[in-house]
């Protein structure tokens, strides 16, 4: 098993910026790939974007591209998400998730999920 905490959601004005932190534990982080993705009330699940697993490919969903940027520290078992230039459409939960393949865009491909953070924009 691979636990998932995501931490550093809030209320922030729109133009903001938030950083988004998922701290993982059980297994061994590097070997996954990870990813983030939304989901607002009443809306599907919706990929925000995903990294390698050296952290040397990332990749985004159109939504966010040129706004967020993933990283992740592998000593620190991390992975994070930089979000700027905020949006009010940017409100939703967040979800760190870790899949064995690269490149999967769809919820359903990931293994392990974190509890979310709530990011809130307002304008």
């Known amino acids: 098993q691979l636990q998932l905490v995501e931490s550093g959601g809030g209320l922030v004005q729109a133009g903001g910026s938030l950083r988004l932190s998922c701290a993982a534990s059980?297994?061994?982080?590097?070997?996954?790939?990870m990813g983030w993705f939304r989901q607002a009330p009443g809306k599907e699940r919706e990929f925000v974007g995903g990294i390698s697993r050296s952290g040397s490919r990332t990749y985004y969903g159109d939504s966010v591209k040129g706004r967020f940027t993933i990283s992740r520290d592998n000593a620190k078992n991390t992975v994070y998400l930089q979000m700027n230039s905020l949006k009010p459409e940017d409100t939703a939960a967040y979800y760190c998730?870790?899949?064995?393949?690269?490149?999967?865009?769809?919820?359903?491909?990931?293994?392990?999920w974190g509890q979310g953070t709530q990011v809130t924009v307002s304008s």
């Open positions: 059980g297994r061994t982080f590097s070997t996954y790939t």
């Open positions: 998730a870790a899949d064995s393949s690269l490149g999967n865009r769809r919820w359903s491909e990931y293994d392990y």
